[in-house]
Structures are given as structure tokens and as C-alpha cells.
């Protein structure tokens, strides 16, 4: 007959490994406890203003409790919120860049967390401007597109992405001009149509851009009634796309289908103003 008792060796090292489990378990759980105690105290600073107290009660929480999404979302809000665009120092850089690799961090456990990808579009937007940079309005592009492929009903990133397409078509249709009057007889303004050559030129580098902003500018006039501020880049990408064409006839019809947008936001800001205020 076999025995089924066990020596004392083995249930003292069953008992061991069982207290062992007990501890850890407690121990997580105090650390989940102590982290969102540092991630109430960081909110609480963050919303006093004082940025840098609550990063490192955030930091503190994320490391206590490294599922605690709130604690890594705030983390990487509050080194955005002290990025300041345009300014050349050292530890400005650093804000922007620690705020996207926090934002990044997010979306590694949540791939589909809106506000992580807004973030991070909202950072290389404000990047790309000063000093100018496209591949940082690239960067932005993507992740504006990424939040419509997550929520195809938001009009928000349609918006945006219209923004960034104007900036580049605008900055180069500048800088195309610029390079021409350098060295030509006859110089052409601004509001003049391109010769030839600039305009095909223009067209190869920034076809592609001006179209993808008109459908996205559409696609947020259709999901939001009234949005003028759609309107009026759209306005401007018809005036980017009416350098492009080469038919004069082309032309004008672009210029008046933008003239009629400037009239349509003239008409929305002035029912807005006389509308009575809301209770």
C-alpha cells in the first residue's frame, strides 16, 4: 500500500511557498494602493499648476502600478502641457519628445486610446512649425488619420488633417515662388497664376497633399453642421488647387467656389453673434 503522506520537509516548503504567495499578493496589492494615492496627488498639483510636482507623482504611480493607464496618461499630459512650440531650449525639446514617448507607452497597452494619439498628433503639429518641418507634419498627418480609423465619426481629425495639408501645399507654393522670381526677368505675385513649368512643378510635389485636405475638410463639413472653420481652410485648398490647374476657366470657378466659402463663414459668424445666449 503506498502512502500518501508527506515528508515535513516537503509541507514546510509548501507552507513557504504558499506564505510567499500571500506576501506578494499583499505587496501588489499596497503598491496599487500607494499608486493611486501619487496619482490623486498628482491630479491634484497638475490642476494647481505645479507641473513638476506632478510629474514625479506620476512617474512614482506608474512605476507602483504600471496598468494604471490614468497615471501614464496624465504623466505624458503633464509634460505636454509645459512644451512650449517654437521654443529652442534643450529642456523644451525634452518635454515634447518625453511627452510623446509616454503618449506611445499608452497606446502599447491601449492601441486604441483617442486621447494618447491625439496627443502625440497635437505634439508633432506643434513641432513642425518652429522650426518648420514637414516630416513632423507627416508624423502628425498619420496619427490624425490613425483617430479616423478608430472613430470615423469625429470630425475633429478630418479638420486637422486639412490644416496640415494647406500648411505644406502653402509653404511650398511660397518657396516655388520665391525660387522663381530669384532668377526671372518677370516676376509673378502672389495672387498670379504660376507658369508653366513652377505649375507643373507644383503639382508633381503637392497634388497629392491638396486633394487628401479637400476630402477631409468635406468629410468634417459633413459631420458637423456649420463648421466654419473647415469652411475657411477649405476655401484656402481650393486656392492652393486653383495654382494647379491650367485652364483659366479652371481657374476662376476654384476662385469663386472659395470666394462663396468666405461668404458662407461671414454668414455663420454673424448668426452666432446675433443669436440670444444660452440659459
Not at 158 to 163: A, D, F, K, M, P
Not at 186 to 212: G, H, T, Y
Not at 269 to 274: A, T
Request: one cysteine or more.
Amino acid at each position: 500500500m503506498v502512502s500518501h503522506r508527506q515528508s515535513p520537509s516537503r509541507l514546510a516548503r509548501l507552507a513557504a511557498l504558499a506564505a510567499l504567495l500571500l506576501f506578494s499578493l499583499g505587496a501588489a496589492g499596497c503598491n496599487k494602493l500607494k499608486a493611486r494615492d501619487n496619482l490623486n496627488k498628482g491630479v491634484q498639483h497638475y490642476k494647481a499648476g505645479r507641473y513638476d510636482d506632478a510629474i514625479e507623482n506620476f512617474k512614482t504611480a506608474k512605476q507602483l502600478d504600471p496598468t494604471l493607464l490614468n497615471a501614464r496618461l496624465y504623466l505624458a499630459t503633464a509634460y505636454a502641457t509645459q512644451y512650449i512650440p517654437g521654443a529652442p531650449s534643450e529642456e523644451n525639446t525634452r518635454n515634447g519628445e518625453q511627452a510623446i514617448t509616454e503618449f506611445r507607452e499608452v497606446l502599447q497597452l491601449d492601441s486604441r486610446n483617442l486621447s494618447a494619439v491625439d496627443g502625440i498628433a497635437s505634439i508633432f503639429f506643434n513641432m513642425a512649425g518652429t522650426p518648420y518641418d514637414p516630416k513632423k507634419f507627416d508624423e502628425a498627418r498619420s496619427f490624425h488619420t490613425r483617430h479616423t480609423e478608430i472613430k470615423a465619426d469625429d470630425s475633429a481629425p478630418h479638420y486637422s488633417i486639412g490644416v496640415i495639408e494647406w500648411t505644406l501645399a502653402y509653404a511650398a507654393n511660397k518657396k516655388f515662388r520665391v525660387e522663381y522670381n530669384a532668377t526671372a526677368r518677370k516676376q509673378i505675385k502672389d495672387e498670379e497664376p504660376m507658369p508653366k513649368e513652377l505649375r507643373e512643378k507644383f503639382v508633381a510635389d503637392q497634388s497629392a497633399n491638396i486633394e487628401n485636405g479637400i476630402h477631409h475638410l468635406q468629410k468634417a463639413m459633413a459631420l458637423q453642421q456649420d463648421y466654419d472653420d473647415a469652411m475657411a481652410y477649405l476655401n484656402l485648398l481650393y486656392r492652393q488647387k486653383a495654382d494647379q490647374v491650367e485652364s483659366p476657366d479652371d481657374r476662376a470657378k476654384l476662385l469663386k467656389d472659395a470666394d462663396e466659402l468666405v461668404e458662407r463663414v461671414k454668414a455663420i459668424k454673424q448668426r452666432r453673434l446675433e443669436a440670444p445666449p444660452t440659459p
